[in-house]
């Protein structure tokens, strides 16, 4: 008997010991006494190693199970969009000139009609690329949408009401009714992806290309074998099909869930010419795998997990530079605006005010997220890099938001529990539903396994708690914590504050409008916001000619809180060799664009 | 005035070679176990630092004073003896020493409540199945092996993830699973003990079963079960850990060593050692300490290494 539980108990002790011991290597390796790498350089290098996870779809029209970042960016490196964009605010409609296909649109018809011109582009076998590939890519989502990842119903090409071809390079849609051209260029014409006609439309590998596709039916057979054959990815760099590319890359090597190597294309088109040889993208296992070969130097562009955040000044004497890489994103704690017991206290905006007053965005962003993180200010996102929070509509002040709650009949006990002392609905009092003596208590269902995460809810916790807000912080996994949009009656309906942010809480189109997530019963509208003057605001950024409709909106929406808006982590902390030139700005929309890269001489 | 016989090689006055055991001074148990436990120097250094840990933790914060409910993000990873925090304080600004002292409560508590817990099912089922023995025995020690051969950390990270961690919730959870070992140990002790002699001449006189295992099974198997208990709570403490480092713990700005050491560990790189090895040597302490102790008071309860 004493063995067995000596035995046990004595291995936990060693356990216990040994993470001490561990730490206390660790600790020693943390000094800055290493040695230091080469600085830079390119040491007549011509290709660069990045963590990156296997792709495992190659056909530019994304599918239900295969829209992962990796395959984005995967595809684009082969097969360039028609549109590409930057979000600098530097170009019309956010178009990039350079990396893009066609010039910008030319909008008639009331903003109904828009007429494109391809630019002089080619494919990687000679042939150029014509409104066919274009007719084609048409001809196939059409036939196909409910294959389609990127359909909505009403959206994209249902919004359509004709389709036209010109001429060889000039091509025309009009709209079934007059869009906002920005959101329209933005959300909706970026799905559009030149394919190579004369190569894919045929139905199976040894039947020969003619216009297949010119039919609904027969685009379903061409549909079918491409989809078939992207689903096949050990054949990828030997399959025909995927050998005549319009992008900067060409397959060199692929190995299904492990390495794929890019080479430069030498018949690639573009202005963006790559100027490295190859590109090795390298798969991890998991984060702390591809930390470890990180740490160890041997891959040239990796990231550095969140949890080993501490360890950057390590890796910068490691001869690596740390680029936080911020995303076309913003993070916010979601209220349940139908929870049947705190939702009435949610749908009073000056309670929402006072909450968001206790945010303490500036200082969570630079102690706890130690720099790696953005304010988010309202629904649309600030300019990537912006780290101060000063165009927000609610800045930290705790004193501020004792006085609104007194203000309206709370009676605020700070490390206690504040009650509603004045109950009713006039200006000086609690407001509709809220009944004498009810608590300002809520539980925040949030992620665990995120240090920083936990760090700033205790920061805000403590907040609330000193003006007698009572904070619960439920920590559960991923898969749970984005909690489902309800009805009061529904026993999921239970959760008060819900936050799944760790890494931004959504990720926007180019055109940043809340279609989806917070006009009434918008599919991501979770915590069941609805308010008319938002409605009407987020469809004039979808329908209005007013390019101030955005500003708007964000404006509207930033003021009246549809949920606590919070520091928006960035979407990946890279850390890169620092003889490798090119890498930044990274862009906002996740996509890389090895093109740019090179190796410092 | 009498005379004492005289016996060869014997000088007189000296007390006698052997006497009758019959008429030897018989000690009482219990002072005959507390001086068996004294002689183990470990475990009287158990007892010492239980004691030291425990009144640290408990009365520690009524003379050293901490806020450890709201954060100070102008004060955060201080090092030790920065603008008068002795051991620092951790990424959200909280005084570490405080912090250890706030831990150790949750650690001891719920160490202490669910290895009790967990020894009093135990004891009372397998007492129970080792009495009764037949199908109830065999039915009742399925449940107990059925129920062992799921990893108990998968089933608390579980149940962890489930329901809302609070120190009453780990403390059923814990006890909840860890009871399965105590009931072994005791079905084991009452399967010898329920043919004695005693307890046969109990069942003829009439004494029921439920007579039988409160007033001699159990009390005949205590030693077993006090000793166990020793090991449950070193065993508890460590779970309370696991659960904490797998981020499963207490939510804060409650504290726990397990969670702290956790925390630690995520900011060794910084160099913040401070908040790495004072959670860790607590935690190697407090189960050592208990560790210690069940060996004395194995030792205390083992008959034959009592003196006669």
Request: net charge neutral.
């Amino acid at each position: 008997m004493r063995s067995r539980f000596h035995r046990r108990a004595l291995r936990g002790t060693v356990a216990v010991a040994s993470v001490l011991a561990i730490g206390a290597g660790l600790a020693a390796c943390s000094g800055d006494s290493g040695s230091k790498g080469s600085q830079g350089g390119s040491q007549g290098k011509d290709t660069v190693t990045v963590a990156f996870r296997t792709p495992n779809w190659i056909l530019p029209i994304s599918a239900p199970g295969f829209t992962q970042g990796e395959n984005a960016t995967f595809t684009t490196a082969l097969y360039r969009h028609l549109y590409e964009y930057q979000l600098d605010g530097s170009a019309k409609y956010n178009i990039n000139a350079e990396r893009s296909m066609a010039e910008a649109p030319v909008v008639s018809n009331g903003g109904k009609t828009l007429t494109i011109t391809l630019k002089d582009n080619k494919w990687s076998d000679g042939k150029p690329v014509t409104t066919k590939d274009i007719q084609f890519w048409w001809n196939l989502v059409t036939a196909n949408k409910d294959k389609w990842a990127s359909y909505r119903a009403g959206g994209f090409p249902d919004n359509i009401a004709d389709w036209k071809i010109t001429d060889e390079k000039t091509f025309s849609l009009t709209t079934t009714k007059a869009y906002n051209t920005a959101w329209f260029v933005g959300n909706q014409l970026n799905r559009i992806v030149p394919l190579p006609q004369h190569i894919w439309d045929k139905d199976s590998a040894t039947a020969s290309v003619g216009d297949l596709a010119s039919t609904p039916a027969g685009a379903k057979k061409v549909f079918d074998f491409l989809t078939t054959a992207s689903k096949d990815p050990k054949s990828y760099a030997t399959n025909e099909l995927w050998k005549v590319t319009s992008g900067p890359w060409k397959l060199d090597k692929y190995v299904p869930n492990g390495e794929v190597v890019l080479a430069a294309q030498p018949t690639y088109s573009g202005s963006d010419k790559p100027k490295l040889a190859k590109i090795v993208l390298r798969p991890f296992t998991s984060d702390d795998a591809e930390f470890n070969v990180l740490r160890a130097g041997e891959i040239d562009y990796g990231y550095i997990p969140p949890a080993n955040l501490s360890q950057q000044s390590y890796l910068e004497s490691k001869d690596y530079k740390v680029a936080p890489w911020y995303g076309w994103s913003i993070t916010y704690l979601q209220l349940n605006f139908n929870n049947p017991k705190t939702g009435v206290l949610f749908k009073q905006p000056y309670l929402r005010q006072a909450m968001q007053m206790l945010v303490d965005q500036p200082t969570i962003n630079k102690v706890i997220w130690s720099g790696m993180a953005a304010p988010s200010c309202g629904p649309v996102p600030l300019k990537p890099g912006t780290t101060d929070a000063n165009g927000c509509a609610y800045s930290f002040d705790p004193a501020k938001a004792k006085t609104l709650l007194e203000g309206h009949g709370w009676k605020v006990t700070p490390d206690g529990k504040t009650v509603c002392q004045a109950p009713g609905t006039a200006e000086n009092q609690c407001g509709e539903g809220i009944a004498a003596g009810t608590p300002l208590a809520f539980t925040v269902t949030s992620q665990s396994g995120f240090d920083a995460t936990t760090k700033m809810f205790s920061e805000i916790k403590s907040q609330m708690a000193k003006l007698g807000i009572e904070l619960t912080i439920k920590e559960v996994p991923d898969s749970v914590a984005v909690t489902p949009a309800c009805k009061p009656t529904e026993a999921t309906c239970s959760w008060d504050m819900s936050f799944f942010g760790s890494q931004g809480s959504w990720y926007y189109p180019v055109f940043a409008s809340g279609e989806r997530l917070f006009s009434t019963g918008a599919p991501v509208n979770l915590g069941s916001y609805s308010n008319p003057e938002a409605d009407r605001l987020i469809e004039a950024t979808q329908f209005s000619a007013d390019e101030s409709a955005l500003k708007a909106y964000n404006d509207f929406l930033a003021k009246d809180l549809p949920v606590l808006w919070m520091p928006n982590p960035v979407y990946q902390i890279s850390a890169y060799k620092s003889g490798l030139q090119g890498v930044e700005p990274q862009d906002p929309m996740n996509y890389f664009y090895f093109q740019d890269w090179s190796w410092k001489n | 005035m009498t005379t004492l016989p005289e016996v060869p090689g014997v000088p007189v006055g000296a007390p006698p070679l052997a006497v009758d055991a019959d008429e030897a001074p018989v000690r009482g148990l219990w002072r005959q176990g507390v001086s068996v436990f004294c002689e183990n120097r470990l475990a009287l250094v158990g007892l010492g630092l239980f004691i030291l840990l425990a009144g640290v933790c408990f009365l520690g914060p009524l003379v050293y004073h901490t806020d450890q409910v709201h954060t100070d993000l102008a004060a955060v990873h201080l090092g030790p003896g920065e603008q008068g925090h002795p051991l620092g304080t951790d990424g959200v600004g909280y005084d570490q020493l405080g912090r250890l002292m706030l831990g150790g409560q949750t650690s001891i508590v719920v160490g202490l409540a669910a290895g009790i817990l967990a020894t009093f099912l135990g004891t009372l089922w397998g007492a129970v199945a080792g009495f009764a023995g037949g199908w109830v025995d065999s039915a009742m020690m399925r449940v107990v092996d059925a129920m062992m051969s799921i990893p108990s950390l998968f089933l608390f990270m579980l149940l962890a993830a489930i329901v809302t961690p609070s120190v009453p919730m780990l403390i059923l959870i814990i006890g909840a699973f860890a009871w399965l070992g105590p009931a072994r140990l005791v079905r084991g002790e009452a399967l010898s003990l329920r043919s004695r002699e005693y307890i046969q001449a109990m069942r003829a006189m009439g004494g029921t079963g439920g007579r039988a295992v409160r007033r001699h099974i159990v009390p005949n198997a205590i030693g077993t079960v006090i000793v166990n208990a020793t090991f449950q709570v070193a065993d508890a403490i460590l779970y309370v850990a696991y659960l904490s480092f797998l981020g499963l713990g207490v939510p804060p700005p409650a504290a726990n060593w397990g969670g702290m050491l956790s925390d630690g560990l995520a900011d060794t790189y910084s160099g913040h050692w401070w908040l790495l090895y004072p959670p860790g040597i607590a935690i190697i302490l407090i189960v050592l300490a208990f560790n210690f102790m069940g060996d004395g008071l194995r030792d205390a309860f083992e008959v034959r290494l009592r003196r006669r």
